[in-house]
């Protein structure tokens, strides 16, 4: 399966984004979509998580209530909304796809280009 992650952009502190990852075709029925992100300078970090099956979603400790990962079964797109974004969410958001969920990269064995962020104080 091959990955498009878009939506990404310039937005001011406390505003929202939707950023949306298109599987060129739907994904196993046991797949865990993931978002993660990456700034200059630092490693790549788990945002969220979502479980193609049941929706089972899991979020990154930083997150705190602030976005929202889902799925689309029909358009096979897994979204995520940001909201309430701060100057620290710059970064290159990448989604991925694994076999079971992990909060650690090289467990994702398929990834989309990345789409970038830039929250503007």
């Known amino acids: 399966v091959q990955l498009q992650a878009f939506g990404g952009g310039l937005v001011q502190a406390g505003g929202s984004l939707r950023l949306s990852c298109a599987a060129s075709?739907?994904?196993?029925?046991?797949?865990?979509m993931g978002w993660f992100r990456q700034a200059p300078g630092k490693e790549r970090e788990f945002v969220a998580a979502i479980r193609w099956s049941r929706a089972s979603t899991f979020y990154g400790d930083f997150v705190k209530g602030r976005f929202t990962i889902s799925r689309d079964n029909a358009k096979n797109t897994v979204s995520l909304q940001m909201n309430s974004l701060k100057p620290e969410d710059t970064a290159v958001y990448y989604c991925?796809?694994?076999?079971?969920?992990?909060?650690?990269?090289?467990?994702?064995?398929?990834w989309g280009q990345g789409t970038l962020v830039t929250v503007s104080s």
């Open positions: 991925a796809a694994g076999s079971s969920y992990s909060k650690t990269p090289r467990e994702y064995n398929r």
């Open positions: 075709e739907r994904p196993f029925s046991s797949t865990v």
